[in-house]
């Protein structure tokens, strides 16, 4: 007996197709959730024994921030942004959405596999980019925007490095901490703009 026609059939009705869908949906989020759970102790011992002696520890920005963040970036399509010291992705993402050419830095390989899977979740990817680096060893003459939660001590260094390397349009925005000499263009709440418009001269 040909059972191929009756079994397409079956495939074909959309309780058959619906039930699919959920299970396929199932499987994802309990693969994504068994993941998390495996990778956070991880993610916590490298913020404690590498990102603290680096100056780089991880402390994820708050939903709240990440809008303040975004909307003070001011995004036009297809601008490159950089957040430096991306965590897991939340920012980037958000980013992308807004259309930005969104790139991520980051140091914690656990959060840069987490980061990379949200962004895939997202259905970004080729749009949001995590790179598993320093953004202290990266020129980052090349973006336009610079998105940063940084940590007191290390503000005034990457002042002087963001005043060598961006142009002279690039806007910095920063969570919480300001730099040392610049002052904000514009504040929302712990969130603050700076625009770097460089003087130029005729010998520039």
Do not use: C
Request: charged content about 25%.
């Amino acid at each position: 007996m040909d059972t191929k026609e009756p079994q397409n059939k079956i495939m074909q009705r959309p309780e058959v197709k619906l039930l699919l869908m959920i299970l396929a949906t199932s499987l994802v989020l309990a693969i994504r959730v068994i993941f998390i759970i495996l990778i956070t102790p991880l993610i916590t011992l490298f913020n404690v024994f590498v990102g603290l002696s680096r100056e780089a520890p991880w402390v994820a920005t708050n939903p709240e921030a990440v809008k303040k963040m975004t909307d003070l970036a001011n995004v036009k399509a297809g601008v490159r942004v950089a957040d430096i010291g991306s965590g897991d992705g939340r920012l980037v993402i958000a980013l992308a959405l807004a259309r930005a050419e969104a790139h991520g830095y980051e140091i914690n390989p656990f959060l840069v596999l987490l980061s990379r899977l949200n962004i895939s979740q997202a259905g970004l990817t080729g749009k949001a980019f995590i790179h598993w680096k320093s953004f202290w060893h990266e020129d980052l003459s090349k973006f336009e925007i610079i998105t940063v939660y940084g940590v007191p001590k290390i503000m005034g260094r990457l002042e002087e490095k963001l005043k060598r390397e961006l142009g002279t349009e690039a806007r910095i925005i920063s969570n919480i901490y300001t730099f040392p000499t610049w002052s904000p263009s514009k504040k929302e709440d712990d969130v603050y703009l700076y625009e770097q418009k460089r003087k130029t001269t005729s010998a520039d």
